[in-house]
């Protein structure tokens, strides 16, 4: 988290991931087991692929909200909520997030919560259009979502195309990887 020039290091608790809890399953090609897990799960995935429908072809998209942890070498993330921007827009790959999302609706929930869960990352559909990031997404990633927990999630509903991205603090965006559902 960053808070002006001071870099708030987010503390990594060590935990078992959801794969060695109970039973995952996989979503997209391969997941990238050199950059973050996401486990992502069953009812927000859910509600991420609902939201994605609802939009149709148009663009949707959202906050997704949980927290981050260690398990030996590995860092992951489990995504426990998520938060949608109200309507879509106009255009079917470059989704623009309204600065009165984050301030009406994600930081008075993130508040009511118990404190320690954070802002992972956030979706956004690209109906007909493959998962990937476009130069406003990547510009929009390098810029607010470059810490080593944050996700940005891209699906792609009607070619059952999805995946997640992330983005270094030296503004190198990863490849796509896939991630895990659980229950
Ligand atoms: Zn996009």
Redesign the pocket.
Known sequence: MKVGNIELEVELIEKEPPLIRGKCRKVGTDIRTDELIVFVTEGVYGKIYEHALEGERY?VGGALIGDYYKFDSMRFVEITHVLQVDGHNASA???TFPAQFWLKKVHPFLEELDGKTELIGTY?T?PGHSAF??N??IKFVQNLFNNPWNVTM?IDHINGDEGVFFCSKDRKISKKSGFWIYQ
Do not use: P
Request: cysteine-free; proline content about 0%; glycine content about 0%.
């Open positions: 663009e790959i470059d989704f956004h690209h990031l476009s406003t997404d891209v």
